[in-house]
């Protein structure tokens, strides 16, 4: 792979359709083995951006590189380079599941295809269904059959775009475990979702979007942070005792403290960092600690943003 900088780029891009401006300036990287997701309404740009990186939109300001090949410029190398997993992956339903991977594989003209075929549908784990017609399958096994066309032919840089898509929980569980096993084989993954939850659980970062404009861009538990405001919850196995009250009230960085019989919320000055003090300083003054959590999540912290005016917003 060319070149030492991240597997995705993206530096000041822009798109339009017409006259209106779906993306302005978005800048982000994704590295190797990082697991990115892209958050917002209907409209953000997200999958505006996942065809930008697939070189199925050119930019018309700013620029992107996967690998370090120029999507405008480098098309053919780029696409070598990613997997591609829309939301409706256009399956062909009367073909095999062997069949229809096997056409991608035959497409990236791979030097042994069925050997390779035969490992992406071991990883989704569809070896045992590759003779059955797609249209036998469920939504969620549909979904794996993309998947697999994905991976075919192992690329480095996978773009999926709500990869979880009207799956119920069990499916979908599955299709993280997935993506996550992917991610730690050193793919670079940049995916669009919906599910708030599942982003929170999945990525190791999430962009949030709105009206094509990057508003937030961090770890699920910064973003929290900073829309939500560093606050710890504690729950207890018994009363808040005048030693653990201690604890709390000489600890610098608390900054504000709210006490219930046997629950703390503190609000602290770096929740990230001064979570492990907080929680040694009570077990040393004898809490019998049961949770320790941040207040709020990911959704909260989301809908929090949403609810925001934003000011000068690029037309609807």
């Not at 792979?1 to 209106?20: H, K, Q, T, Y």
Request: hydrophobic share 45%; charged share 25%.
């Amino acid at each position: 792979m060319r070149g030492a900088e991240p597997a995705i780029v993206c530096d000041a891009v822009s798109r339009c359709f017409g006259e209106r401006l779906v993306l302005s300036s978005l800048t982000l990287a994704v590295e190797r083995g990082e697991i990115l997701g892209l958050l917002g309404p209907n409209g953000s740009g997200k999958t505006t951006t996942l065809r930008i990186l697939a070189t199925l939109l050119q930019p018309h300001g700013g620029s992107a590189r996967v690998l370090s090949y120029d999507v405008a410029s480098e098309t053919m190398e780029v696409r070598r380079r990613i997997g591609v997993m829309p939301e409706r992956p256009s399956l062909y339903e009367r073909q095999t599941v062997e069949a229809n991977v096997r056409l991608w594989a035959d497409v990236h003209g791979l030097a042994d295809p069925g050997e390779a075929v035969g490992r992406a549908l071991q990883f989704v784990g569809l070896e045992d269904r590759r003779r059955e017609p797609v249209g036998s399958l469920s939504k969620g096994l549909k979904q794996r059959v993309a998947l697999a066309r994905a991976i075919v032919h192992r690329p480095p840089v996978l773009l999926l775009d709500e990869p979880s898509s009207g799956l119920d929980p069990l499916a979908a569980a599955a299709m993280e475990n997935l993506i996550r096993g992917l991610a730690g084989e050193g793919t670079a993954v940049l995916l669009n979702t919906h599910r708030l939850a599942e982003a929170e659980r999945l990525c190791d970062r999430v962009a949030i979007l709105r009206e094509g404009r990057l508003l937030h861009l961090g770890t699920p538990r910064q973003v929290r942070a900073a829309l939500l405001g560093h606050i710890v919850e504690v729950e207890l196995a018994g009363a808040v005792d005048l030693p653990v009250r201690r604890a709390i009230e000489s600890f610098p960085a608390v900054r504000e403290t709210c006490w219930a019989p046997s629950a703390i919320r503190v609000r602290l000055t770096d929740s990230e960092r001064d979570t492990p003090e907080l929680v040694a300083r009570l077990v040393s003054a004898g809490a019998r600690i049961i949770a320790v959590r941040p207040a709020g999540d990911l959704e909260r912290a989301y809908l929090e943003l949403m609810s925001q005016p934003l000011p000068g917003s690029l037309a609807a």
